[in-house]
Nanobody
Framework: QVQLQESGPGLVKPSQTLSLTCTVS??????????YSWIRQPPGKGLEWMGA???????YYSPSLKSRTSISRDTSKNQFTLQLSSVTPEDTAVYYC?????????????RGQGTQVTVSS
């Protein structure tokens, strides 16, 4: 059974960079045909796909967030990370890491429990 767990600071100041890590257990992130993604849900709004990294390390980003987003991975730790720069209060959301067989989806096969990130001074 694959499990994903998000970790990172719950509070980030405006203009700073938000950094989150997803630790995957139960399978290698290099296993063929899977994409590892970040999804977020601002308060009172729907789920938003942010970006993904494939099992081979190729990255994909939402056009609306591409200029501020970077996804990377550490295969030795079976982790992948999200960095979102120049954050504003509008980036306040619950952030989820997920695994899917398609690049863009807000209904992945597996998803972490989510972590609340608040952007505030």
């Amino acid at each position: 059974q694959v499990q994903l767990q998000e970790s990172g600071p719950g509070l980030v100041k405006p203009s700073q960079t938000l950094s989150l890590t997803c630790t995957v257990s139960g399978d290698s992130i290099t296993t063929n045909y899977y994409y590892y993604s970040w999804i977020r849900q601002p308060p009172g709004k729907g789920l938003e796909w942010m970006g993904a990294i494939s099992n081979s390390g190729r990255t994909y980003y939402s056009p609306s967030l591409k200029s501020r987003t970077s996804i990377s991975r550490d295969t030795s730790k079976n982790q992948f990370t999200l960095q979102l720069s120049s954050v504003t209060p509008e980036d306040t959301a619950v952030y989820y890491c997920a695994r899917a067989k398609v690049v863009v989806t807000t209904t992945p096969i597996e998803r972490g429990q989510g972590t609340q990130v608040t952007v505030s001074s």
